[in-house]
């Protein structure tokens, strides 16, 4: 006997559940005819039901399964034409994941035929594969929206004071004693207790996640036994990964995912996602036909003037073509439902600069997706973070994207990295990355706080191994040592990889306070990545995408070193959160503001004069000075009131040789109060030199507050 099957509505997409029944809704404006499949839940190879989706409106199939329930496993089948030459590549004989699925069962196995053509075949992928490809398909699983969230609340952090964390949900909890051993991995074991407890102390308010989406792992990579740690292989954009769940069945992540928002939230910290909305698993031309691909493949993809070929932005084989209306549907559904129903707080997209792409793939900050968000009532409120580049032509956009996006600043990264290994010419170059980027914000009349400043990410080496490594060192991706960035503005400090030469030890501790210090110290939204604060090594790696082991996974087993690397993060972060002039809104104008002592920003040089315009030339500048005040901040508060800080004087010096400085005159009735300095961690809260001098060793950096005398 079929099964009964109603018309429906074509919204929402997905399959939606709505306690009675489920409405399918597909989109596809190359389809003839669209198939929904049913699979066992025990065996989720074997089919037990088939029907087709019996309307169709603008260009959206649908139907009404009543009686059917949550934890229902289900997979597409779309009829159509199967002309690659001419950008289709529709084929019923290969099951499909739903893109709007909001929960995935299962992994692609390599070894089925999900290709839409015969590999090894003499027309590659000219040639069409009749084989079944639903044993090697990870099944779409009906899910109902229900959860208890209680009183949960958005922390809804300002962005001034954002500090943010990035992690990976397995490698910050893998190694974590505190964890239960069965929740380590997983998103439980992220929002345990212990894990929490850590990102209180820290100070962070933000942790910002590697992809959660449901990806695919790589073919080439089970062949060398690696798989694809970092997930930038989407397969989903509604599904939370399984493979981060503590319990493996049918929808059983998106609770987790939900508990663990839940919990983060309690504890006043934010959830953002790194999402990966410019490129699928499907790879290019001669990729697996998985989803998107055979469902319409001329919609969602960017495809090269003769329709065959991808064009690529993002060296992964294809693009997302968010140019196209319903693609861009797509994306924003996927980030209206993880702020609604899995309440996140805000998204970094990946490769961003793909998403601005309209027209003959040139880039625009007006672009029709940004328009959509910015109007959206619901994700206009969210933090969006963009990393502004790809590898197309024109595809570096640091400063290109509009408001209300924040930018990972690669220039940021590069400017603090070279200045502290003791490059030249970059004393005005560090001048604009510490006091908020103004060159590259100030005249779109962006803020400060478009900056997202940071020293390491996950891509790249991490903080202790760039200043152990001058060189990557991937041999364990199995690539010969050819993947991974060349130019990584790292620096031994003398020897390459570990030594228990005391002198090189100490010059990296100190090397890696002085960046740490430098990204606190500086106008913007500073960002860290897991493990950095406590000294975290991958051995020379740069690369570790493929690494689901111990060289990607955060080790919290301390020695004394990484104890006080621990400590020293802990007090800086603390400290930026009670300085009101680390958090300004506005930038800086170099002049006294209301009735203020001091400039809202000066620069000195060591002997105190004020840095004069042919100063900035000079390519040996390594060592100066800037001082802050504290009572010259432009805005008010959130109450309207005025709002008053310490004044900071903060002495940099690069330069491989102690130099003295001479200190910028306090207020009357203050004194200058040494809080930090890199050279000695044990320094603080100690009154400056009567003589108005202080001598900052070589590699190193100081900072005075202005107390009352």
Known sequence: MSREVWPGR???????????????SVFSSVATRVEVCL?????????????????????????????????????????????????????????????????????????????????GHAQQDLAKDERDSAAGMPKSVVVSDFFDWGNDRRPDVPWRKTVLYEAHVRGLTMRHPGVPEHLRGTYAGLGSPVIIEHLQKLGVTSVELLPVHAFADDSFL???????????????????????ASRKTPGAAVAEFKAMVRSLHAAGIEVILDVVYNHTCEGNHLGPTLSLKGIDNAAYYWLMPEKRHYLDFTGCGNSVNASNPNTARLIVDSLRYWVNEMHVDGFRFDLATVLGRTGEGGFERSAALFQIIHQDPVLARTKLIAEPWDVGLGGYQVGGFPAPWREWNGKYRDALRRY??????????????????????????????????????????????LVTYSHKHNEANGEHNRDGADDNQSWNCGVEGETDKADIVALRERQKRNLLASLFLSTGIPMI?????????????????????????????????????????????????????????????????????????????PDGTEMKAEDWQKPFT???????????????????????GDALLILLNSHHEPVSFKLAPAAPGQRWELQLYTADDTRSAEPAPANGKFEVTGRALAVFRQVAD
């Open 10 to 24: 074509s919204w929402p997409r997905g399959a939606t559940f709505d306690g009675s029944g489920v409405n399918f």
């Open 39 to 119: 699979y066992d839940s025990a065996n989720p190879s074997k089919e037990t039901e088939r029907f087709d989706l019996p309307e169709v409106t603008d260009n959206v199939f649908h139907g009404y399964v009543p009686g059917l329930e949550p934890g229902t496993l289900y997979g597409l089948r779309v009829h159509g034409p199967y002309e690659p030459a001419q950008g289709h590549r529709c084929n019923p004989h290969k099951l499909l994941v739903d893109p709007y699925a909001k929960a995935l069962y299962g992994e692609v196995d390599w070894r089925q035929p999900v290709f839409g053509y015969p590999l």
């Open 222 to 244: 089970g062949d060398k036994k690696l798989s694809n740690f970092w997930g930038y292989n989407t397969l989903g954009y509604f599904a939370p990964e399984q493979y981060y």
């Open 420 to 465: 502290w290994k003791g490059d030249e010419n970059l004393a005005g170059e560090m001048g604009n990355r510490l006091t908020g980027n103004a060159d590259l914000y100030a005249e779109a009349r962006r803020k400060p706080q478009a900056s997202i400043n940071f020293v390491t990410a996950h891509d790249g080496f991490t903080l202790h191994d």
């Open 529 to 605: 990545v897991a493990g950095d604060e406590m000294g975290r090594t991958q051995g020379g790696n740069n690369n570790a995408y493929c690494q689901d082991n111990d060289l990607s996974y955060v080790d919290w087993n301390l020695d004394e070193r990484r104890q006080k690397l621990l400590e020293f993060t802990r007090k800086l972060i603390h400290f930026r959160h009670g300085q009101p002039v680390l958090q300004r809104r506005r930038f800086f104008k170099g002049a006294h503001l209301w009735d203020s002592e001091h400039k809202d920003l000066t620069w000195f040089r």
């Open 622 to 644: 390594r060592s100066l000075a800037f001082l802050l005040g504290g009572d010259a901040i432009p805005t008010p508060d959130e109450r309207g009131q005025r709002i008053y």
